[in-house]
Each structure stands twice: as C-alpha cells, then as structure tokens.
C-alpha cells in the first residue's frame, strides 16, 4: 500500500533555514501536501504541489519535488520559534483520501 | 466562521463504556474526514464522507467503531464497547471539494482526546 516516511526530528537555530524531508511509494500520487501542526491543535494545510511540477514557493515556503525519486522537501525560510510544530506529509491519488507520514517535530531554538 | 467543531474536548471513559464524539463541519462544505492520532500509528484515516455518504471506510478498525452523517452540517463517531487501545486524538476535517486541490485542502477540528480506562 501507501506509504510516507519522514524524519522524526529536526532542530535549527532562529533565523537559519529548516528543511523537512519526505519520500512516498505511490507512484501515481498526483497531489502532495505540507500540513502544519501546533500544540494541541488540529492540523493546518501549509502548501501543497502538483505531481507535475518541481517547485513551488511561496513567501518563506519552499517546496521540491523530486518525482523520480519521489522525494519532497519543504524548506522554510529565516525560521522563527513560532515555526516550531509538527510538519506532516501527505500524498493524494485523488485528491480526496490522503495518506499522511508520521511528521516530523520542528524545534526552533532562540 | 467558527471553525470546525468538535466536542467533547477530552473524554475519559471506562473500558465497556459507549463514547460518541461529535464534530460540525464548516458551512457550506460538503467533505468530512474522521482520523485517529497515536503516537504508535501517527495519523489514521478512519472513514471519509461526501455529501453525507460514506464513500471510504476502509480504515475503521473493527465493528465496534461506527460513523453517521445525519445532516449535512454534523456527524458522529461512535465506539461501542470501548476498550484501552481506542485511547488516542480523534479529529475530523471538512473540506468544499472546491479549488484546484479538491478536498485536499482539509480544515481541521481541534481534537477530542479520548482517555479508555
């Protein structure tokens, strides 16, 4: 079946760029996403991409995509502590059922 | 808008016990997504909905667990007899369908914890 793997931990100094890892399976995800959460709190779309492209940005957001590899990478920009959060994965065949890896902890230290 | 809305926030129950967790979609949209999150097995699709209709359950665990849409605006998720390993963060998104990424763009509820003694 599906599957997203991630890193489990990532830590970076303020102001410094984060890069978040990811690799799926299915070949035929068509959609792949960046979903951000904080504390105690339910989930938050990001950004998302295209299976037909290999970049997108958007503002300190970057997103590759390496689709022979079936690679992604979010790279976030000047990183702050409010950045600090849980940063999950997911990929989509139809762009309704998802499948999410299993995050990855951002720790920003001041 | 408010929000997706879940209650109760935090449930503790005993193990045999009903539990009935709650969720209110955003207005207008018409895609309910029903996940459990544990550390062991990170997020878990268990059943979506779209215009009140099951379309995938394939994730719910067992007969124990049951998910209804009875209105547009509302759905439950109900597990019944309850037992230890059903301990985790249950969530609920809603989605329009609309846009360029379909339901993709999922908003998501705060959360019931559920604690099964």
């Known amino acids: 079946g599906e599957d997203v793997e991630q890193s489990l931990f990532l830590s970076v100094r303020e102001g410094d760029s984060s890069v978040i890892n990811c690799t799926y399976t299915?070949?035929?995800?068509?959609?792949l996403y960046w979903y951000k959460q904080e504390p105690g709190a339910g989930l938050q779309l990001l950004t998302y991409i295209f299976s037909n492209m290999d970049m997108k940005q958007d503002q300190r957001l970057t997103v590759l995509l390496n689709k022979k590899d079936k690679h992604l990478s979010l790279r976030i920009a000047d990183t702050q502590t409010g950045d600090s959060a849980i940063y999950f994965c997911a990929e989509s065949t139809d762009g309704n059922k998802l499948v999410f890896g299993a995050g990855t902890i951002l720790r920003v230290k001041s | 808008d408010a929000g997706v809305i879940q209650s109760p926030r935090h449930e503790v129950t005993e193990m045999g016990q009903e539990v009935t967790l709650r969720c209110k979609l955003i207005?207008?949209?018409?895609?309910l997504f029903w996940y459990r999150q544990t550390m062991m097995r990170g997020l878990e699709l268990l059943i979506y909905?779209?215009?009140?209709?099951?379309?995938?359950d394939s994730g719910m665990p067992e007969d124990r667990f049951s998910a209804k849409m009875p209105n547009a605006s509302f759905s439950t998720l109900k597990i019944q007899p309850s037992e230890p390993r059903d301990s985790a963060v249950y969530f609920c998104?809603?989605?329009?369908?609309?846009?360029?990424?379909?339901?993709?763009?999922?908003?998501f509820g705060p959360g019931t914890r559920l604690t099964v003694l």
């Open positions: 207005s207008g949209h018409n895609s």
């Open positions: 909905f779209n215009n009140n209709v099951p379309i995938d």
């Open positions: 299915d070949s035929s995800s068509t959609y």
């Open positions: 998104a809603s989605s329009s369908g609309t846009g360029v990424i379909g339901s993709g763009e999922q908003f």
